[in-house]
């Protein structure tokens, strides 16, 4: 059963325009948070995290929100450039403990249009 | 370039067979976790190891192994292989494996059981 679901396999968005990713978990042991975004053929690489007693970070261009009460984040990314353009995985992490793994989603695939 | 050093990049093997994936991590960073991408799913994560010692086990099968190596580079053993083995296996590092610290992921090992 998936844990973190990521609904939509891709999203196409206008360069300038924001983008939403959205994602979805059904564990209320999930304590913390992150997204992390993958180029062909590359590793997927650290974008922005968010622990569950907050419900909103920002890092420049990128802003994770989270809705504890509905077990739902979203990532947005404003203005949207065509360098964004990859693959965004949320990933979740247990709460108690250090040594787990993370939790990731499919995936959303984010196609940034000219 | 993540820091983190995954050999070969392709493998091509028959069922049946064994392979093993290798990975160095980041200079510094003392724990590694191994990743299955198989199609259309998200990263599950198999295991992780931390200063040469076993820390966590995920969905790793009994046919898969992995160890880390005195050097802190680790391998993922992978024997009896099924065609649904097939999938992309990454590597990630981490200083101590902590909690909320950034996984740094390698670019892949692309197995293909034919």
Redesign the interface.
């Known amino acids: 059963d998936q844990q973190v679901k990521q609904n939509s396999p891709s999203l196409s968005v206008q360069e300038g325009r924001i983008s939403i990713l959205n994602c979805d978990y059904t564990n209320s042991m999930f304590d913390y948070f992150l997204w992390y975004k993958k180029y062909p053929a590359e590793g997927p690489t650290f974008l922005i995290s968010i622990s569950s007693i907050k419900d909103k970070n920002e890092d420049g261009r990128f802003t994770v929100f989270l809705n504890k009460s509905a077990k739902h984040l979203s990532l947005h990314i404003v203005p949207s450039q065509p360098g964004d353009s990859a693959v965004y995985f949320c990933a979740a992490r247990l709460s108690g403990g250090g040594a787990d793994g993370l939790t990731f989603g499919k995936g959303t695939h984010l196609i940034i249009q000219p | 370039d993540?820091g983190?050093t995954q050999t070969p990049k392709h493998l091509i093997t028959a069922t049946g067979q064994r392979v093993t994936l290798r990975c160095s991590p980041r200079s510094g960073d003392l724990s590694v976790?191994w990743?299955q991408q198989s199609l259309?799913?998200?990263?599950?994560?198999?295991i992780?190891y931390?200063n040469g010692e076993e820390?966590?086990k995920?969905n790793i099968l009994e046919r898969f192994s992995a160890q880390q190596f005195p050097d802190l580079h680790s391998e993922l053993n992978l024997s009896s292989l099924e065609l649904g083995d097939s999938a992309l296996y990454?590597c990630?590092s981490s200083v101590t494996?902590?909690?909320?610290e950034?996984?740094?992921?390698?670019?892949?090992t692309q197995l293909s059981v034919l």
Request: aromatic share 24%.
């Open positions: 993540s983190v976790y990743y259309d799913q998200g990263l599950q994560f198999l992780q931390y820390r966590a995920g990454f990630a494996g902590l909690r909320d950034k996984l740094f992921f390698g670019s892949g």
